[in-house]
């Protein structure tokens, strides 16, 4: 069974920049998570889906964004790139929506915006 | 709002001795309990979790851990640590109602040495 896969895994950007970050969740699952995680501020929830519906959303500007399509692949957006935004965003799939069910992780997408 | 607590940065241990990485939560509401390792460019894998009934979890690679109520902590515990085990360790919570977002510790460092 294949596991979570997150496109690109490496990505520079310009500042000012816009990116758009993929992840395709195991086969079956239908709730996707994304975090981000830096050095300073550690792992940070930005938001998750369940059947192409935002559930939950963490303390991010508007500028990012996500969405999820049919087949529970998910995207997530950042607009108008700043350097701050420079971290490994990760991505969650789980089989249900709920606190109990286990989250499996991709390997990540590492962004640099210089 | 759920914290978490990693109190330990980095916890450097010889080879074959044992280990405890310390992790303390806050939340009002009734929490599941995690720990996820990471290694070097690679995304979370899950470790353990305590859903409920026994306070003592065991996991993969031979870790263990503690749910204590009275003391909010979910120590992580592992008899005999080998040179595989260096990587970076996250203590994570989840709330019921609280969908699948994970609140995670800052991270303890693990390094094992010969």
């Known amino acids: 069974k294949a596991g979570v896969t997150q496109t690109p895994r490496y990505l520079i950007k310009t500042r000012g920049q816009q990116v758009t970050l993929s992840c395709s969740p195991i086969s079956g699952h239908r709730s996707v998570s994304w975090y981000q995680q830096t050095p300073g501020q550690g792992l940070q929830f930005l938001f998750e889906y369940f059947s192409e519906t935002q559930r939950n959303k963490g303390n991010f500007p508007g500028r990012f964004s996500g969405r999820q399509f049919s087949n529970s692949r998910s995207e997530m957006n950042v607009s108008t790139l700043e350097l701050g935004d420079s971290a490994l965003y990760l991505c969650a799939s789980s089989l249900e929506e709920g606190a109990s069910t286990e989250a499996f992780f991709g390997q990540g997408t590492r962004l640099t915006v210089v | 709002a759920q914290s978490v607590t990693q109190l330990d940065s980095q916890v450097p241990v010889f080879e074959e001795a044992p280990v405890e990485l310390r992790c303390n939560y806050s939340?009002?509401?009734?929490?599941?309990l995690f720990w996820y390792v990471q290694y070097p460019n690679q995304g979370l894998q899950l470790l353990l979790k305590?859903?409920?009934?026994?306070?003592l979890v065991k996991g993969i690679n031979g870790f263990e851990a503690e749910f204590n109520k009275s003391q909010t902590s979910f120590h992580l515990r592992k008899p005999s640590v080998h040179i595989s085990d260096t990587a970076e360790y996250f203590c994570?919570?989840?709330?019921?109602?609280?969908?699948?977002?994970?609140?995670f510790g800052t991270g303890t460092q693990l390094k094992v040495e010969l």
């Open positions: 994570a919570v989840s709330e019921t109602g609280g969908g699948n977002k994970l609140t």
């Open positions: 305590y859903l409920s009934g026994s306070t």
């Open positions: 939340s009002s509401v009734s929490v599941y």
